[in-house]
Every structure is written in structure tokens, then in C-alpha cells.
């Protein structure tokens, strides 16, 4: 599940003084270029993670979860849920519908599902039917607070991987060619020269390439990437 949108259009974490603590170095680069790759640093590791790197309030709307099932929300870590409006049909021949109140309940916030239920028994009278009847939801539109827990981005082990992401991209910019695959910074697990002949250690193709920088991103990442959701019975 990956994140919908991206809503910061600057850098939220990183700045000139922690790029350059982390060993990222600004040769010649404008502000405005290293900002530019310190956005897509933060971009692409929100992306990984499937939420954002501060705490940030979105809406989406879902279809209502039959059954009992879970709903799965599009952003990972959910801190808080701020805003629950169910919508159901209004009956009587009408497709218009009606706001009913509901509750939700957050069953695994680092995979953001939770368990969705109405306040009161819904009823409304079916078409061309006489009584009132137990109507079936239809969609419901959530307000929540999603991301890293406060003060999880600036630890070591990220900013290391926003920096590293951040050198690859402003290398990009200023100097592609200085990349140690060039371009695109490709994996490279072997190569020869004259007589001599190296192989290297396997390497794995990742999000952010397949480059031994790329592969050593993701271990540092590892601590806060979602992990498989628990079955919770149901």
C-alpha cells in the first residue's frame, strides 16, 4: 500500500546544517538545488514507508468494510483518528445519501487498519417496499493524524538514509557522471580491468535502485518500515 499524496512541497527534516553533520557534502550546489534533493529524499522515504516523516492530518474517503472486515487507510502509523462520517442510502427511491454517526476503532496503527461500525442501527425503507429495514452503509469519509512517532525522523539512522538518498540526487543534479555506476547510480556487482577481475556480494534491487548505497538505505530504514500486519481473526 503506498502512500496517495505527498503534500509538502519543501523539505520538512532535512537542512544544509544536518546534510553537512552526515557527511553530505554541497560542493557547488545552490540552496535551491540541495533543497530540491532534499525533497525527494523525504519524498521517496515517505513513499517507502508509506507515511509521512512528521505527523501530518489527511481525509480520504472508503468504501464502508462489509462485514466486519478491516479498513486498510492509505497512510501507515496512525497517530490519531479526528473525524468519522458514515454515508448510507437515504431509501424511499432516492440515491441521494445521509451522513450517519460512526466509530472507529484502531486495530494496528503501524499498518493503519482499523474496525469501523455505526453508532446506532441504520434503517431505511426499500424501494417499493413497505417497513423500514436495516440499511448497508456505503462510504465513509475519515479525518487522521499519520506518521513517524515524534522525534522518530531525526534519529541517527534516518537522517543517514535522508542524507545518503539526498548526496545521490544532488549528485544528479550538479554532476550524474560522478555517480560511481553513472547515471541512475545502477548496481554493479562485477567488473574487470586489464587482468584483474572483481566480483562483489549480491545485491538487491530496492526502491531506491540497486546500488550498494541504495541496498544499505533500506537496512538503515528497516527499523521503522512496516512489518506484515498480525492476523487479528476476522
Known amino acids: 500500500m503506498s502512500i496517495e499524496f505527498y503534500p509538502y512541497n519543501a523539505p520538512i527534516v532535512l537542512t544544509d546544517a544536518i546534510y553537512a553533520t552526515f557527511g553530505g557534502y554541497t560542493g557547488t550546489s545552490t540552496s535551491a538545488q540541495r533543497n530540491v534533493a532534499y525533497w525527494l529524499a523525504e519524498e521517496l522515504v515517505s513513499e517507502y514507508l508509506g507515511t509521512f516523516l512528521l505527523p501530518t492530518q489527511v481525509t480520504g474517503t472508503y468504501y464502508y468494510p462489509q462485514f466486519m472486515l478491516k479498513l486498510p487507510l492509505h497512510h501507515k502509523f496512525i497517530q490519531s483518528i479526528d473525524a468519522i462520517n458514515i454515508k448510507s442510502p437515504t431509501g424511499k427511491c432516492s440515491c441521494e445519501l445521509r451522513d450517519i454517526e460512526g466509530c472507529a476503532y484502531i486495530m494496528d496503527e503501524m499498518n493503519a ?34 506518521g513517524l512517532p515524534s522525534g522518530t525522523s531525526f534519529q541517527p539512522s534516518i537522517l543517514m538514509a535522508l542524507t545518503l538518498l539526498a548526496g545521490e540526487s544532488l ?36 526502491v531506491f535502485g540497486s546500488s550498494p548505497v541504495a541496498n544499505y538505505i533500506v537496512r538503515l530504514l528497516a527499523s521503522v518500515h512496516p512489518k506484515p500486519a498480525l492476523k487479528l481473526g476476522w
Open 113 to 146: 487498519y482499523l474496525l469501523i461500525t455505526e453508532k446506532h442501527l441504520n434503517y431505511c425503507a426499500p424501494c417499493g417496499m413497505n417497513g423500514w429495514h436495516w440499511c448497508t452503509p456505503f462510504l465513509v469519509d475519515i479525518t487522521y493524524t499519520s
Open 171 to 206: 549528485m544528479e543534479i550538479t554532476d550524474p557522471t560522478a555517480l560511481p555506476g553513472g547515471l541512475g547510480n545502477p548496481g554493479i556487482q562485477a567488473w574487470s580491468n586489464l587482468s584483474y577481475s572483481e566480483t562483489l556480494a549480491k545485491l538487491y534491487n530496492t
